[in-house]
């Protein structure tokens, strides 16, 4: 199944946060019963913050990153940051 189309996964971001602003995207509930929410507004710019990140860190496009994170948001966060710059989590 193609959910991204013609698109780069950056774009299906800005479009999704675009259409669906404050809808909830992701839910996350921690071992301890802590319980976070993203909008899908938020989600986009964690996204786009992590991608800031690691791009200030010299990460660019092509590069592979080794993403070592619990079961978390973050480790969203991370994974689509990378696509965003054009980077992937290492196999």
């Not at 839910?27 to 929410?37: H, K, L, M, P, T």
Request: aromatic content about 14%; hydrophobic content about 40%.
């Amino acid at each position: 199944m193609d959910i991204v189309g013609g698109q780069n996964l950056r774009q299906m971001w800005d479009d999704l946060a675009g259409v669906y602003g404050d809808k909830t995207a992701l839910i996350f509930e921690s071992c301890e019963g802590i319980v976070r929410q993203f909008s899908y507004a938020s989600l986009n710019e964690e996204i786009n913050r992590t991608a800031n990140l690691f791009y200030s860190l010299g990460i660019r496009k092509g590069d592979r990153v080794a993403l070592h994170l619990d079961n978390c948001p973050e480790f969203i966060f991370c994974w689509f940051g990378l696509a965003k710059i054009g980077a992937y989590g290492a196999d």
